[in-house]
């Protein structure tokens, strides 16, 4: 059974525009949440964390949302360039044990 | 040479090879792992290293064989695969407890034939 869930396999947004990717969790005790970037042909890269303690961070162009009750997490990038297109994953654990991901979403940026 | 760095980058190979996947990290981290990731799948977790000690295996098949003679290095041995175990294999490392995510190396790209 997944326990991280990133229904939207892709996502095309117009340069300057707001992207917003999501994902669903079904284990309540996750508490830690991380978004990867990937590019083809290389491993994931860390993009931006939050902890279960905060509803939002924010880093540069990138911003996570948290929202515990509804178990979903969103990651905004504003504004979307052409350099942000690669697959996005979303992952999860709890207790600083191991992380759990999702299936990923792969984001077009149209110039 | 800094953060994660698996060889080869792809490889192919066929069903009756041995063959073995190499991961090296220069980070100081004292877990290491090995994922899978196929296409349109979540990546899978196959193996988990803490100081050098096996911590989870995850039902993978005997024909893939890990092993992590020190908290820097980590292999993953393949002998008799099938074509469904065509997929990027990823190895990644981290802190063991708390882990605050992990850093993943580029990836080995296997095709059996």
């Known amino acids: 059974d997944q326990q991280v869930k990133q229904n939207s396999p892709s996502l095309s947004v117009q340069e300057g525009r707001i992207s917003i990717l999501n994902c669903d969790y079904t284990n309540s005790m996750f508490d830690y949440f991380l978004w990867y970037k990937k590019y083809p042909a290389e491993g994931p890269t860390f993009l931006i964390s939050i902890s279960s303690i905060k509803d939002k961070n924010e880093d540069g162009r990138f911003t996570v949302f948290l929202n515990k009750s509804a178990k979903h997490l969103s990651l905004h990038i504003v504004p979307s360039q052409p350099g942000d297109s690669a697959v996005y994953f979303c992952a999860a654990s709890a207790l600083g044990n191991q992380f759990y991901f999702g299936t990923g979403t792969s984001l077009t940026v149209i110039p | 040479e800094t953060g994660v760095t698996q060889t080869p980058r792809h490889l192919v190979m066929g069903m009756t090879n041995k063959k073995s996947l190499k991961c090296e990290q220069h980070?100081?981290?004292?877990?290491m792992y090995w994922y899978k990731q196929s296409a349109k799948k979540p990546l899978e977790l196959m193996f988990v290293?803490?100081?050098?000690?096996?911590?989870e295996n995850n039902s993978v098949p005997s024909r893939f064989s890990p092993e992590c003679p020190n908290s820097s290095h980590l292999f993953l041995h393949l002998h008799t695969l099938q074509p469904e175990d065509s997929a990027l294999y990823l190895c990644?490392?981290?802190?063991?407890?708390?882990?605050?995510?992990?850093?993943f190396g580029s990836g080995t790209r296997l095709t059996v034939v």
């Open positions: 290293y803490n100081f050098k000690e096996q911590t």
């Open positions: 990644a490392s981290s802190q063991a407890t708390p882990n605050y995510g992990y850093t």
């Open positions: 980070l100081g981290h004292n877990a």
